[in-house]
DNA sequence: CATGAATGAGCCTTCATTCAT
DNA sequence: CATGAATGAAGGCTCATTCAT
């Protein structure tokens, strides 16, 4: 209730988490070096030495921030989407399509977590090795099956693969290149409601582009 | 007279030219603030004062490095792509792609315009705004001229658009998450071989969706 | 009931002088700023604010150790040598001697006085006052006393004291100045065996000095 | 004649020069690790970041003030000490203590040798290899010639290295013991006549050992 | 009583920039 | 015109110390 942690009993465990909250919105608006361990303990109200008390440094803080916004993506957007056992195909790479661009637009003051993999991608850390095996992979052999329902057996691994690959760049796309899109069509804003439009139109032309393709292929 | 002379006569243009190629180097590889002034100066064999003499500061360095990062891709891969006028919206929707790919990978010691553009995604500064009119509003008509060209006539404006961003955000994915999909899948190499395969791929994809969204089009 | 007892109940008594006795190495190996009251505590498995709370700060420490060292260094090496009452003023100068040196090199994991002592000379704190007196003094009286021993009654007051200095100067020089001979001279090893045979040299050279200068005296 | 020196042309240089002055006071002072760049570049009315520009860090800089506090040493006290080339042995160790004494107490303000070389004693640095090789050995050849003159050509090496030592001892103790005896005989004062008394107990002393050496190595 | 958490001053260093030459 | 020298702000980090528990 008060503004000083300190008056809570747990103030240890509740600093360490303002600061990795603080320092998540810190690293995503200007990246791992820009960013400033003053500026993140200002926002935390927590004193300087308190990143090197908590974390050991500046990259310690990093990792730990990574982590969380993993955690909280991952608890927000379940894996599973929420979606029946016996779903379709279809309804299947709608619910991924839609929780994927969900996630990835999350600018909850908790995680933003789309940003800091943003960067990650132009300045990979070595918190990317752990991240790519826990999370990204996962989403890609998830999105390679609900492909390869669509595609039929005979379709080829690789072709599978590349165009699990098409499916996740649309999603992405609107993400990373936001400062163009928005430059590009102004009147373009990310509402929730734009977000479903996006995902209708990515799905629609994903399931063409596949159901095409699995054409093509049984010709054959 | 002096003892140290300057090389030679043009040394001034040269020092400003080398000046910026350096820099293309350093802001690519770093992101503008964790370039150092130094860095570039002593690459560029270059006084530590030389960028506050030729540009006035970092930024001018800075968005003079972008404007001659984009007339070097823009030379060496031309809008036109060298087709043929009367070339089918198949053959013209596969140059733009493989032309795209192309320049977003060329790494040379000129330009780095991927990495740099990969940057002003995730931090703009104001140098995107132009950037945006003057290459990226035109390579849009473009490929949306081609979409249109596939889907046809009676598509609305709104789903060109988006198909446009679809087959975009398929070519730049590659170059953007890299240093994920290098880690998922580490035999994928970006050879110029390669790049023709995801070319391949990307076109067929591309043209799988569009024909049967047209398709899907007339059947209404 | 707490989750973490210290171990035993003596645990204050013995927390401090663990305290002390990692103090006096870390103290002797870095000096007195250099050396951090967080490794002190790290080698004695203590908390950080222990050395506050056992002696107030940095400092108290600081002359805590000092009182120990030397305690520690009158234990081992006691003044009176072992000698009997009746021995001759040589074997009294040897005795001396090679009580000092051993004194001075003991670099045992209690004491380390030597090395403390050495940095107390360059760095002067309030604690070398009543070291002077207690130890220095004493064992400056009881040296001069031999000195006077062999120089004669007849010998000035300065000439005692000064040829005591003399002496006591070749004990210390090895000490103090052994990165300097170890660099001369490496074959030089301060063995058990190699003290003896300096405590021979010093006490020759020593002896030769003070005959000759008594009989220089006589001469007079 | 102004404060700042950057009115005269050699600016450059000679802010060089007031920091390694400054800094050998400082450091002699207080030690490498608790001497401020900070205080250094206060006292030579230099730029923080001062330092770090001419020497590259903290460390350079205390490399180049010891250099130049040899050379300083060097100037001042000439190896050879203005001796006659047909002195005597008696003479040439008297002149090579007085030597050796006035260039350890020597506090002028461009060198603060002694100081340096104490504290080198207890830190050894990078620097001191060099220091030995360059300064400490040929003065100690310089010595032990001395000594063999005076030893006679049948005194064992041994012995004459151990001799030059016990000279050494007596001249370097005084310096860094001084806290020490000055607490112990409070009226003794380094004043120039102090250290000629002092040579002349120290060449007393040691030419009486050395003659009754010398008689004993020929009896046997 | 004894301690883990937190503090703020201070450290060395790097930086883009400016100035006199 | 072009540059080497110098600047001062800010960086991350370590430190001895204090305080509530």
Redesign the interface.
Known sequence: MSAKPSQLGSSNAATRQLLIEAAAHVFAE??F??ASVREICARANANVAAVNYHFGDKEGLYAEVLKYSLRCAREKYPPDMGLERDASWEARLRAFIHAFLLRIFDDGPQACHG?LL???????TNA??SL??EE??PM?HQLQSIVRGLLGPDAPEE?V???G??V???I???H??????Q???PKMQFSQKEIDR?AD??T???L??????SR?LKRK
């Open positions: 200007r990246g070096k820009a940003k943003s960067r990650e991608m132009i300045e990979p990317l090795d790519v095996e990204m992979r890609a072709t693969r590349r165009s690959m098409s996740i760049s649309q992405v796309f609107y990373h290149c936001r400062p163009v899109t430059r590009l069509y996006l139109h990515i629609e032309f994903s063409a582009a596949l159901k095409q393709m093509n």
